[in-house]
């Protein structure tokens, strides 16, 4: 059981470059989640999938796209990377429905020459 | 939409001590998670707690809803709690839940 796992663990982009971080769990979550931790800032959400076939914005969605692309996948990809995309980016999964808590991944660092 | 707050922002403790760190929200929730984020980055769920006290070791988490506001009770501090703890709130929405986090108390643990 090796709960969430995302790829890659580091990544240096140009302007401009595309990239799709990847997101998997195997704990049979309904929901997963994706979010960018800034320094010195709490956690934003950009999009989450509350279930399978499902996708929502989050606080911060602007520049980004989501695929749930079947229960334990969910990527996001940056089709023109910038700048002010430089961030960490967190995975995370929920058993929505149950008495269990959110579970994130070991994150991405991104950054965007 | 609903807003978290936590306080203190920074906590310098000397290895041995206690604090209380608080989390404020400012609508009525579903549940209330508190995460510690370790100095690698990781992040770690510490408490479920949508209302009444839990305890884990020298940590413990009381959440009163009708008032809307939980503590993070740690003591007799080690190095290893330094970090930012960051509390989180579930909303309701669509078909399903979102978190959505505070700014994080960053504690620094001494020796």
């Known amino acids: 059981n090796a709960g969430v796992t995302q790829t890659p663990k580091f990544q240096v982009l140009k302007t401009g470059q595309s990239m799709t971080l990847q997101c998997a769990q195997d704990?049979?979550?309904?929901?997963m989640y994706w979010y960018r931790q800034d320094p010195g800032m709490g956690l934003r959400l950009i999009y989450y999938s509350a279930s399978e076939g499902t996708t929502d914005k989050g606080e911060v969605p602007n520049g980004y796209n989501v695929s749930r692309l079947n229960k334990r996948e969910f990527s996001l990809r940056l089709e023109s990377a910038a700048p002010s995309q430089t961030s960490v980016y967190f995975c995370?999964?929920?058993?929505?429905?149950?008495?269990?808590?959110?579970?994130f991944g070991p994150g991405t660092r991104l950054t965007v020459l | 939409g609903i807003q978290v707050e936590q306080s203190p922002p920074d906590l310098i403790l000397q290895e041995g001590a206690n604090s209380t760190l608080r989390c404020n929200f400012s609508?009525?929730?579903?549940?209330l998670q508190w995460f510690h984020q370790n100095p690698w980055g990781q992040l770690i769920n510490l408490f479920y707690?949508?209302?009444g006290t839990k305890q884990n070791g020298r940590l413990s988490a009381t959440t009163v809803a009708t008032e809307r506001y939980s503590l993070l009770y740690i003591s007799s501090s080690q190095t290893t709690d330094s970090g930012v703890y960051f509390c989180?709130?579930?909303?309701?929405?669509?078909?399903?839940?979102?978190?959505?986090f505070g700014q994080g108390t960053e504690l620094s643990v001494k020796p």
């Open positions: 995370a999964s929920i058993l929505y429905g149950s008495t269990d808590t959110q579970y």
């Open positions: 609508d009525s929730v579903n549940n």
């Open positions: 989180a709130v579930l909303m309701i929405y669509n078909q399903g839940g979102k978190l959505i």
């Open positions: 704990m049979n979550h309904n929901s």
């Open positions: 707690i949508p209302s």
